[in-house]
């Protein structure tokens, strides 16, 4: 099972993992757990939608863009919480935005 992916430099340890072909198209999806700590960073790096994405352990490296995110808890500035996060990213067709 995929542990880790990398979204531009930031690593991100994975819980669950998928992948699918979608219109020849790479799809991920992945859960992971977001702390107090990391939220700010999490937030930032999210809002930007767009990613030189990387799988290492699968050998995968695309230009993706965020199709869907959830999140157990929309706020986490209260110190010692702990957030489910799915996020699903898609591969950008060559020429894509970003």
Known sequence: MVKEIILD?????VEQY???KQNDLTKITIDFKVTSEMYHDIAVLLYRETFNVKV???G???RGSISQYST???NLYKEDQVADY????LELESG???
């Open 96 to 98: 894509g935005k970003g």
């Open 72 to 74: 157990s808890i929309t």
């Open 56 to 58: 290492p352990e699968r």
């Open 60 to 62: 995968l490296s695309f």
């Open 86 to 89: 799915k996020v699903s990213l």
């Open 18 to 20: 998928e992948e699918v």
């Open 9 to 13: 430099d930031t690593t991100i340890q």
